[in-house]
């Protein structure tokens, strides 16, 4: 079956610590996102690639960091410096071209304690 | 800023009525409108995409565009209570910019 998977779906972490949030598609599409959802917020953009090796940063970037070494693959790095890092993260991907539709995968909750 | 805007409710309806969702959006070139659900805790789902103006309907959704108007609307007919969800609208304004601008989302509850 063709999808995006995002483990693991539940995280915890201790303040000052980083974590690797990981993103794996096989629907063979070009561009992966990362979004954070927070309550009453909606969707917020934090990276996005549209292509193997090269990657943009979104809306609220700081404090994170993203590869895209692999066209399958798209992980997100929460790094100590994001200041209010609990949230739900999403992760997306597209065929490149437009228009653009954006499938998601089942999110990974992380909270901080 | 490119805006889209949707009212954030709840909206709610009894079960068999017509649902009706509503978005507006700020940038004129914009290009693919999409409606996604999700349930609380989920991740969102595709449920329609539209890029002309009129109607596009799937099975109990229609999706309506009116670009003069900067207005794009879904309809849900025989609502159930699995459709009880947050729908969310989102704008890509086309050409190399492949971002979806997103509404906050309209909770919907359908009523037994």
């Known amino acids: 079956d063709g999808g995006i998977t995002q483990s693991p779906k539940y995280l915890f972490r201790k303040e000052g610590q980083n974590v690797t949030l990981s993103c794996e598609q096989n629907l063979n599409h070009d561009a992966m996102y990362w979004y954070r959802q927070d309550p009453g917020q909606g969707l917020r953009l934090i990276y996005y690639?549209?292509?193997?090796?090269?990657?943009q940063k979104g809306d609220i970037a700081e404090g994170y960091s993203v590869s895209r070494e692999k066209k399958e693959s798209f992980p997100l790095t929460v790094t100590s410096a994001q200041k209010n890092p609990t949230a739900f993260y999403l992760c997306a991907s597209s065929v490149r071209d437009s228009p653009d539709t954006q499938y998601f995968g089942p999110g990974t909750r992380l909270t901080v304690l | 800023q490119k805006e889209v805007e949707q009212n954030s409710g709840p909206l709610s309806v009894p079960e068999g009525a017509i649902a009706s969702l509503n978005c507006t959006y700020s940038?004129?070139?914009?290009?693919?409108f999409f409606w996604y659900r999700q349930y609380s805790g989920k991740s969102p789902e595709l449920i329609m995409s539209?890029?002309s103006n009129g109607d596009k309907e799937d099975g109990r959704f229609t999706a309506q565009l009116n670009k003069a108007s900067q207005y794009v609307s879904l309809l849900i007919r025989d609502s159930q209570p699995s459709d009880s969800a947050t729908y969310l609208c989102?704008?890509?304004?086309?050409?190399?910019?492949?971002?979806?601008?997103w509404g906050l989302g309209t909770s919907l509850a359908v009523n037994p």
């Open positions: 539209i890029y």
């Open positions: 690639s549209q292509i193997v090796n090269d990657f």
């Open positions: 989102a704008v890509n304004v086309g050409g190399n910019n492949r971002k979806l601008i």
């Open positions: 940038d004129r070139v914009s290009q693919s």
